[in-house]
């Protein structure tokens, strides 16, 4: 019998299980014609939102290296502030001084307090070239996360709208993938799945036509032939190492 049961399993013959293959290449194969129609969108895509996630990282540094100068600026403004008033203070009690030691002590708090200002102003030019420069580089960061973000947008939409118009297409193919799958053990697919990935167009259950693998059109022997016809095991093209399966059509004449 072509089917046994057991408990409440079914336990499928090779047979059926290479054909439920087969029809699993053709669901896959059908799903692959689908996906190549949206080209090299999806890697387009996905090569933009990295690029932009590494320009928002870069934005964000920037912007942060300019709010630490901001906030050195302002320090340093303030230095040069509080120095100005003791400059003043110390000059008033350079009027009232009671000797020459206590004018030369007040003297020295003075220049101390003038070269903190000339450093504090060294500072703030540094500062205000370093903002500068860090501005422009925010404006430059800007602009290509702009340009960007534009492009990411149509190649989304584009995207978008091939998945909306064959997404009921998918969902069929991918329901008929599921019924074939009942058939296939995980022994199989596991091996179908590989298989797959390793040939060049995604085929890895191929028919024998006119005596020759369906994938790498080398000859097979009539033997192995008579073996895949049987069906009684899975039997590998030892050329490319495609599942090969008989046709179909030839089956029924």
Do not use: W
Not at 12 to 20: H, L, P, R
């Amino acid at each position: 019998m072509a089917t046994q049961k057991k408990t409440a399993e079914v336990d499928y013959s090779m047979q059926e299980k290479i054909m439920a293959l087969y029809e699993m290449q053709k669901i896959d194969s059908k799903i692959d014609a689908i996906n190549k129609v949206k080209g090299e969108l999806p890697l387009e895509v996905q090569d933009l939102e990295d690029e932009m996630a590494g320009l928002q990282t870069r934005i964000d540094n920037i912007n942060a290296e300019i709010e630490e100068l901001n906030t050195l600026t302002k320090q340093r403004k303030r230095e040069v502030d509080q120095a100005k008033i003791m400059i003043g203070n110390y000059k008033e009690q350079q009027n009232n001084v009671r000797n020459n030691r206590e004018y030369d002590a007040i003297t020295k708090e003075i220049e101390y307090q003038e070269l903190e200002i000339e450093l504090a102003e060294k500072r703030l030019r540094e500062y205000a070239g370093a903002m500068k420069g860090k501005k422009l580089q925010l404006e430059d960061a800007e602009a290509i996360a702009a340009e960007r973000g534009a492009d990411l947008k149509l190649k989304r939409e584009e995207l978008e709208g091939i998945e909306a118009e064959t997404a009921p297409q998918v969902a069929e193919f991918e329901a008929q993938a599921e019924e074939a799958k009942k058939k296939i053990d995980e022994r199989l697919m596991v091996a179908y799945n590989r298989i797959r990935k390793n040939v060049r167009n995604g085929m890895a259950v191929v028919t024998v036509k006119r005596d020759a693998c369906g994938g790498c059109f080398n000859h097979i022997p009539p033997q192995r032939q008579a073996d895949i016809r049987q069906g009684k095991k899975i039997i590998i093209c030892e050329y490319c190492g495609r599942i090969l399966v008989a046709d179909p059509e030839e089956m029924t004449e």
